[in-house]
């Protein structure tokens, strides 16, 4: 396993983490998840992600409970906040009052004393930018927090980050979360030139356009069935709302998922362009939970 600077810090993680989004807690036996994250730590993997909102603090409960068998020190682990927690008027976004509770709340979940990286989720455009980084930087001297990252804000969300921080001498951003395949490059114009010139690390989620590039779909053939989008649970997640007729449609057209939907609206992405011609070559094997990390070194 290589290992590579996070940004302009010392913090040193694996080129590779491990993730939990639509994986541990709901959409993965339990089993699964345990020999999954065990057997990433065997191989060298150092950095494990997660966020409060993957099945409502479920995924975190997991990922504690199996890395709580591992010494602390040897792994860097990191957590989320933004998206809603309840359906209160306080319990989403990056106010100070729902920064603070949700961080003292992973940690419960998760079983340690203080996570590595705590992302904000999403930029927050109705908390002032100051109360949220002066937020993180009071978790930071605490000692519940050692990093600050963001995932999904924009390069000039970021510069004003940093001119805050620089301004207050607050503690400062050193890794972003995009999203980053063959099929979604924005990050390549802005974002990583950004990075690169402020010292802020790039850990990209989805590499494999959630299994869509590895060769596992293919045009004119049903969904496999040992994929994640053809069992049931995952399904009755994504369709909760609909009524009872309008699943069994929708569980019908999934099934024929690879060769009649014109498009995928779910990820904005163009599914022509996701599924490859059909070859002699077998398919690749996906790794749902698998999230690759690319930080740019200083």
Known sequence: ????????????????????????????????SVRSIEQAYDLGVNFFDTANVYERGEAEKV???VLGAYPRDSYVLATKVFWPMGDGPNDRGLSRK????????SLKRLGTDYV????????????????????????????KVLY?????????????????QERYLLDRIVVNQPVYNMFNRYI????????????????VFSPLAQGLLTGKYRRGQA???????????????????????????????????????????SHGFCV?????????????????SRTAAHPASS
Do not use: F
Not at 98 to 105: G, L
Not at 129 to 137: M, N, Q, S, V
Not at 235 to 264: I, M, T, V
């Open 63 to 65: 990922v504690g409970q």
């Open 223 to 265: 969904v496999p069935a040992e994929s994640r989008a053809a069992s049931k649970n995952w399904s009755e997640k994504r369709c909760r709302k609909a009524s009872s007729s309008r699943w069994s449609n929708w569980r019908k057209s999934l099934r024929n998922w690879a060769s009649s939907c014109p498009s995928l609206r």
């Open 188 to 203: 390549e114009k802005e974002v990583i030139p950004t990075g690169l010139a402020k010292g802020i690390g790039q850990v």
């Open 98 to 105: 729902h920064v603070i509770e949700q961080c003292n709340a």
């Open 272 to 288: 022509k362009r996701m599924w490859p011609a059909p070859s002699s070559e077998p398919a690749g094997r996906s790794r749902s």
């Open 148 to 164: 600050i990252g963001v995932s999904e804000w924009t390069a000039a969300q970021m510069v004003e980050a940093l001119g805050i």
């Open 116 to 143: 590595d990286i705590y992302y904000c989720h999403r930029y927050d455009p109705e908390t002032p930018l100051e109360e949220t980084l002066r937020a993180l930087d009071d978790l930071v001297t605490q000692g």
């Open 1 to 32: 396993m290589e290992y590579r600077k996070l940004g302009r810090s010392g913090l040193k993680v694996s080129e590779i983490s491990l993730g939990s989004w639509m994986t541990y807690g709901g959409y993965v036996e339990n089993e699964k």
